[in-house]
T-cell receptor
Framework: GQNIDQPTEMTATEGAIVQINCTYQ??????LFWYQQHAGEAPTFLSY????GLEEKGRFSSFLSRSKGYSYLLLKELQMKDSASYLC????????????FGRGTSLIVHP | DAGVIQSPRHEVTEMGQEVTLRCKPI?????LFWYRQTMMRGLELLIY????????DSGMPEDRFSAKMPNASFSTLKIQPSEPRDSAVYFC??????????????FGPGTRLTVL
């Protein structure tokens, strides 16, 4: 089965670095997504990891360790507009490839 | 591309009334998903279509909920009769064929439903 855990809320200072963790317990893992969701808006795709390692995309990076069932999203040079909820979603191999979403981590960036 | 389009954006109705939510997926995407999001339960998958055919409706709460996809460019989610506990934001998402990075889901703006 799937059990995706993320911290409920985090706070950080503008200009700093923050790491949002996601752990999962799943059989047949086949990829992990990170989505950003601003209040009142739709989730938008940030990153996708299927192999171990770090994927860097501008100020955002995502890391995956399949053996540990662990991923993190790293946000550098935080800006006020990064205040949002960050959703981790895990996909199983076989079947429908539909990802299951975690509850999300609400990030608050303050001056 | 206009992205996934949903209507209405907001819906307020009274308990017992029928509610119909609409979705137009991104052109060329052959998978469509309906999600419900609440503070208590997060983002939950309700139903998934592939090539207009319902594949997995195990997330549909009960018989009051039904979904259709009559063609590749339109889907509806209907609640009849509606209840206050159905109040949530309903998202539609679409994706292109699975098995690769290209099956990333793209979400519509959502419909905020309030049942009084």
């Amino acid at each position: 089965g799937q059990n995706i855990d993320q911290p409920t809320e985090m706070t950080a200072t503008e200009g700093a670095i923050v790491q949002i963790n996601c752990t999962y317990q799943t059989s047949g893992f086949n990829g992990l997504f990170w989505y950003q969701q601003h209040a009142g808006e739709a989730p938008t795709f940030l990153s996708y990891n299927v192999l171990d390692g770090l994927e860097e995309k501008g100020r955002f990076s995502s890391f995956l360790s399949r053996s540990k069932g662990y991923s993190y999203l790293l946000l550098k040079e935080l800006q006020m507009k990064d205040s949002a909820s960050y959703l981790c979603a895990v996909r199983l191999s076989g079947g429908s490839y539909i990802p299951t979403f975690g509850r999300g981590t609400s990030l608050i960036v303050h001056p | 591309d206009a992205g996934v389009i949903q209507s209405p954006r907001h819906e307020v109705t009274e308990m017992g009334q029928e509610v119909t939510l609409r979705c137009k997926p991104i052109s060329g995407h052959n998978s469509l998903f309906w999600y419900r999001q609440t503070m208590m339960r997060g983002l939950e998958l309700l139903i998934y279509f592939n090539n207009n055919v319902p594949i997995d409706d195990s997330g549909m709460p009960e018989d009051r909920f039904s979904a259709k996809m009559p063609n590749a460019s339109f889907s509806t989610l209907k609640i009849q009769p509606s209840e206050p506990r159905d109040s949530a934001v309903y998202f539609c998402a679409s994706s292109s064929p699975g098995g690769s990075r290209m099956d990333t889901q793209y979400f519509g703006p959502g419909t905020r439903l309030t049942v009084l």
